[in-house]
């Protein structure tokens, strides 16, 4: 499966963006989708999925009450609100999917190519 990420671009402080990634396929009823980011010389993190354990969407502490994620299965695509951006959000925002709970890198089977938030201060 091909993940197709877009919506990256350069924000000022405490404004918005909205991140989108298209899924060229379904893949297994197991599988979910969600997004990590890497930050310059700084490892891989999560950012937000949805969890089938949790019934939800579930995010890393750091973006929680300013980033929401969404999904529209019928169009294969999920999205990322990322509102109230600070500077320490600069990263390069990656789609993802895997099976099970994808809340770390190993557990991802499918990366999409990114695409760079940056956010100026």
């Known amino acids: 499966v091909q993940l197709q990420a877009s919506g990256g671009g350069l924000v000022q402080a405490g404004g918005s963006l909205r991140l989108s990634c298209v899924a060229s396929?379904?893949?297994?009823?197991?599988?979910?989708m969600g997004w990590f980011r890497q930050a310059p010389g700084k490892e891989r993190e999560f950012v937000s999925a949805?969890?089938?354990?949790?019934?939800?969407?579930v995010y890393a502490d750091s973006v929680k009450g300013r980033f929401t994620f969404s999904r529209d299965n019928a169009k294969n695509t999920i999205y990322l609100q990322m509102n109230d951006l600070k500077p320490e959000d600069t990263a390069v925002y990656y789609c993802?999917?895997?099976?099970?709970?994808?809340?770390?890198?190993?557990?991802?089977?499918?990366w999409g190519q990114g695409t760079l938030v940056t956010v100026s201060s």
């Open positions: 949805f969890l089938w354990s949790a019934g939800s969407a």
């Open positions: 993802a999917s895997g099976a099970g709970n994808i809340v770390d890198v190993t557990r991802v089977d499918y």
């Open positions: 396929r379904r893949t297994g009823s197991t599988y979910v």
